[in-house]
T-cell receptor
Framework: NAGVMQNPRHLVRRRGQEARLRCSPMKGHSHVYWYRQLPEEGLKFMVYLQKENIIDESGMPKERFSAEFPKEGPSILRIQQVVRGDSAAYFC?????????????FGDGTRLSIL | AQRVTQPEKLLSVFKGAPVELKCNYSYSGSPELFWYVQYSRQRLQLLLRHISRESIKGFTADLNKGETSFHLKKPFAQEEDSAMYYCALSAHRDDKIIFGKGTRLHILP
């Protein structure tokens, strides 16, 4: 089991472009979480998804950010019209089942740099 | 509001000395507390959780509800303990995890 796979590892975009970050959960995991880590900050929860459903998006900015986890394929975190403040590391985690006692397994993250 | 506070950004400890990484939380209910660790060039991984009451790699952490703390301790530091440590909280009936800002532990030879 390769674990949670995120790609790309590094992504550079110019202001105004779109950024797409991908996350393939561990085999058999149907729960995906996205976190953002700004420089000098801890990880901040963004969104929790199950297959084809957004369960909790309380940490997502209201504009420009969206996430999906289709029936087939990886989960996608999409940032439209990127700005300098979007520069951060974005981590994805997955778990086997729902519930706060289920451990979350993390990917290596995608480091997004906005020029 | 749920919050996790790690007051130290950096902690330097000599090899063989005791280690204590501080963590305080703010939550009115019964939280689930975790410590995650990120070694150099590796992904974030779960170190231990309070509900399991385990000792992992010599580390322990006790939940003190009176002081709302979950400090991570190890009696004798080893060089391979150098890493970034994150304290985290999961609230009742909630699946997201609230992380602290992390403490970088540097073990001096």
């Amino acid at each position: 089991n390769a674990g949670v796979m995120q790609n790309p590892r590094h992504l550079v975009r110019r202001r105004g472009q779109e950024a797409r970050l991908r996350c393939s959960p561990m085999k058999g995991h149907s729960h995906v979480y996205w976190y953002r880590q700004l420089p000098e900050e801890g990880l901040k929860f963004m969104v929790y998804l199950q297959k084809e459903n957004i369960i909790d998006e309380s940490g997502m900015p209201k504009e420009r950010f969206s996430a999906e986890f289709p029936k087939e394929g990886p989960s996608i975190l999409r940032i439209q019209q990127v700005v300098r403040g979007d520069s951060a590391a974005y981590f994805c985690a997955s778990s086997l089942e729902q519930g706060r006692f289920q451990p979350q397994h993390f990917g290596d993250g995608t480091r997004l740099s906005i020029l | 509001a749920q919050r996790v506070t790690q007051p130290e950004k950096l902690l330097s400890v000599f090899k063989g000395a005791p280690v204590e990484l501080k963590c305080n939380y703010s939550y009115s209910g019964s939280p689930e507390l975790f410590w995650y660790v990120q070694y150099s060039r590796q992904r974030l991984q779960l170190l231990l959780r309070h509900i399991s009451r385990e000792s992992i790699k010599g580390f322990t952490a006790d939940l003190n509800k009176g002081e709302t703390s979950f400090h991570l301790k190890k009696p004798f530091a080893q060089e391979e303990d150098s890493a970034m440590y994150y304290c985290a909280l999961s609230a009742h009936r909630d699946d997201k995890i609230i992380f602290g800002k992390g403490t970088r532990l540097h073990i001096l030879p």
